[in-house]
T-cell receptor, first 112, second 113 residues
């Protein structure tokens, strides 16, 4: 079953702009991960943030986690056309790290 | 080698057929997963194997039968599927250590006619 919701469902921006995607979840978590999926392909892991962390950076990616609000955000700075993809958050159960559930996803389009 | 391979890439099968999807990884990961993904939807967890033992079965219909012959291989046996089972089937693997990021294969696009 799906863990939570993401918004927006779709986002269209110009190259060079920043893109922010939000994820909310329903249950306690051990960690939260963000994945990217190019059309009809496998998912690629982007970044993992643990439940005791509040912010994490990786290159042009910045992830925040607010466990009190059960929400996370992914910021992609200086977006490129190659960032066009679907982005999913995924949460792992605190009882079983292998039990990972995905949010609904945000479809990002970056126009050149 | 950080690659998860899946075969076949595409599969068309009738409702009376028996077929198998295969997944392989050589990263030494001891957890392997099957997900089902419908168009414009997130992946849905089907099965998880941990140390070659089935640890999660998400109430998947018995027409889907997983198998983990060894730590590198994962199969999904298909029998008497329905058209609504048409989807992208994704395999993934992860270590059982401190990090739990999953590595995904490219998927098998299954069409049931």
């Amino acid at each position: 079953s799906q863990q939570g919701e993401e918004d927006p469902q779709a986002l269209s921006i110009q190259e060079g702009e920043n893109a922010t995607m939000n994820c909310s979840y329903k249950t306690s978590i051990n960690n939260l991960q963000w994945y990217r999926q190019n059309s009809g392909r496998g998912l690629v892991h982007l970044i993992l943030i643990r439940s005791n962390e509040r912010e994490k950076h990786s290159g042009r990616l910045r992830v925040t986690l607010d466990t009190s609000k059960k929400s996370s955000s992914l910021l992609i700075t200086a977006s490129r056309a190659a960032d066009t993809a679907s982005y999913f958050c995924a949460t792992a159960s605190p009882y079983n790290n292998n039990d990972m559930r995905f949010g609904a996803g945000t479809r990002l389009t970056v126009k050149p | 080698d950080t690659e998860v391979t899946q075969t076949p890439k595409h599969l068309v099968m009738g409702m009376t057929n028996k077929k198998s999807l295969k997944c392989e990884q050589h990263m030494g990961h001891r957890a392997m997963y099957w997900y089902k993904q419908k168009a414009k939807k997130p992946p849905e967890l089907m099965f998880v194997y941990s140390y070659e033992k089935l640890s999660i079965n998400e109430s998947v219909p018995s027409r889907f039968s997983p198998e983990c012959p060894n730590s590198s291989l994962l199969n999904l046996h298909l029998h008497a599927l329905q058209p609504e089972d048409s989807a992208l089937y994704l395999c993934a693997s992860s270590s059982q250590g401190k990090t739990y990021e999953q590595y995904f294969g490219p998927g098998t696009r299954l069409t049931v006619t």
